[in-house]
């Protein structure tokens, strides 16, 4: 029986504009040849270098994406490839993939089914991070078929989340391992090997105990807790609308509506002002904590000077009246024999001093 899907397939480019990224008409050629770089917004023509090129199709009613790589002209020729391929398949003929391997499944195909059951057997947060891997995965992979797939292009798509996306390096290691799930579901294993994996280094979050919080906000003033408190419940608040937004886009994006970027930048703007408050929490916990050494250590000094003043032979340490006594006559008699010395040494000078006077004046007498 003939396949009734659509056997218009559209070239789109995904390309930067004021509302985010879309996906924009390409312009062609009186000759049907793509314009490189040309696309088509709000009716006017713009150049945009960057972005990918898609080709854009319907299989059973479902809009379906695949990315085609940056080249205008090989992202032509791959349109109209699919485009005899849908029309093969509607007349109800075999259609023998490029590489001549019967009975493959197109990525597009796979990576819409495998969403599928996941939205029936996941959770929508578990379903987003798969959404979110697979379009960044078919957007830095050129292949049309799921058996296609090389080690290569996992270490691409590696280095394109790396690179290009400005990932860091747990979230890049948390989309390769849900596409590696993917391909996983699809028969495909043993692809890369261990140090094929994206590296990242695992931040061992501080704990603290009820004991240590009581501690803490006690060691807090009025001001430093009301500081606190109002930034605890900003978090919570900016965490509700994340996850609104994230509802609103999990919905759009089923029912493939343009307003389904709008709300995954809310999203991400709602994290970002989430992990600042946060960061903002850590740093006045640390302020705290620093503050509370500091008060103990000048209530140990305080302590220290308290128990000297109390004491103040601990300040000079008393002396006896025999020892007083001893040590003012040792002062006193050696004051007597040094004035003793001092007058003998002066008199033998005075004498010394007189006779050689005497004798120069009275020489001649």
């Not at 292949?143 to 290569?152: A, G």
Request: hydrophobic fraction near 35%; proline fraction near 4%.
């Amino acid at each position: 029986m003939p396949n009734t899907q659509s056997k218009e397939v559209n070239l789109t480019k995904r390309v930067q504009t004021g509302k985010g990224m879309r996906y924009c008409p390409v312009v062609l050629a009186a000759n049907g040849r793509v314009k490189p770089d040309l696309v088509i917004i709000n009716g006017q023509r713009e150049r945009h270098p960057e972005g990918a090129y898609y080709l854009e199709w319907r299989e059973r009613g479902k809009r379906v994406r695949l990315s085609v790589g940056k080249d205008a002209t090989d992202a032509s020729s791959r349109r109209q490839r699919k485009e005899a391929e849908l029309n093969a398949l509607n007349n109800g003929v075999a259609v023998v993939p490029d590489n001549g391997d019967n009975g493959h499944r197109s990525l597009a195909a796979a990576v819409a089914e495998f969403l599928d059951e996941t939205k029936l057997t996941k959770k929508p947060k578990t379903l987003a991070a798969y959404t979110t891997a697979l379009n960044y995965f078919t957007e830095s992979c050129p292949k049309l078929y799921v058996h296609d797939i090389e080690r290569r292009d996992m270490l691409k798509f590696s280095a394109f989340l790396r690179d290009e996306k400005n990932q860091a390096p747990r979230s890049v290691y948390n989309k390769f391992e849900n596409v590696m799930s993917f391909l996983k579901a699809n028969g495909i294993r043993g692809l890369v090997g261990k140090n094929d994996w994206p590296r990242y280094t695992e931040e061992e979050p501080e704990i603290y105990e009820q004991a240590e919080l009581d501690k803490l906000f006690k060691a807090c003033d009025g001001q430093e807790e009301k500081d606190i408190q109002p930034l605890n419940t900003d978090a919570d608040i900016l965490e509700k609308q994340r996850s609104a937004a994230q509802d609103n886009y999990l919905a759009y994006q089923k029912s493939n509506s343009p307003l389904a970027h709008r709300y995954e930048a809310a999203m991400d703007e709602a994290k970002a002002r989430i992990d600042t408050v946060r960061n903002t929490i850590r740093g006045k916990d640390r302020d705290v904590q620093e503050r509370m050494l500091r008060v103990k250590e000048l209530n140990e000094d305080q302590q220290l000077i308290t128990d000297r003043l109390k004491d103040p032979g601990r300040l000079r340490p008393r002396v006896g009246f025999d020892a007083f006594a001893t040590g003012l006559v040792n002062h006193v008699v050696a004051f007597i024999l040094l004035s003793l010395a001092m007058a003998i040494v002066v008199t033998a000078i005075d004498r010394a001093a007189l006779s050689a006077f005497f004798e120069n004046v009275f020489d001649g007498f």
